[in-house]
């Protein structure tokens, strides 16, 4: 049973940092492709950031390009998601997703296979 489950949410100020931790167990991470999505309260879900298996592509949305940095570490099972320079509009619950691929989107969420539970990031002062 493959799980995920994201950790480093929280509240932090406008121009603060954060950084997201996608943990995953029940397969080897190198297997997959992990994409990180989010979803503000009244508002559709997302896609953010997304890292091929090996590493050697990553897609980030226009949003974040410049301030948020994906990166994997497949000896530890996880996906890190680094966001500097955090504004209110980064407010959203966040997402990490698996995808048994070699490549990854951010633009069709419905092609992750696995997701975790969330993790709230708030971002005021």
């Known amino acids: 049973q493959v799980q995920l489950v994201e950790s480093g949410g929280g509240l932090v100020q406008p121009g603060g940092s954060l950084s997201l931790s996608c943990s995953v167990s029940?397969?080897?991470?190198?297997?997959?492709?992990i994409g990180w999505f989010r979803q503000a309260p009244g508002k559709e879900r997302e896609g953010v950031s997304c890292?091929?298996?090996?590493?050697?592509?990553?897609f980030y949305a226009d949003s974040v390009l410049g301030r948020f940095t994906i990166s994997r570490d497949n000896d530890k099972n996880t996906v890190y998601l680094r966001m500097n320079n955090l504004a209110p509009e980064d407010t959203a619950i966040y997402y990490c997703?698996?995808?048994?691929?070699?490549?990854?989107?951010?633009?069709?969420?419905?092609?992750?296979?696995?997701w975790g539970q969330g993790t709230q990031v708030t971002v005021s002062s």
């Open positions: 997703a698996s995808l048994d691929l070699s490549w990854c989107t951010i633009t069709a969420a419905d092609v992750y296979d696995y």
């Open positions: 029940g397969t080897s991470l190198d297997s997959h492709s």
């Open positions: 890292i091929g298996r090996r590493g050697d592509s990553t």
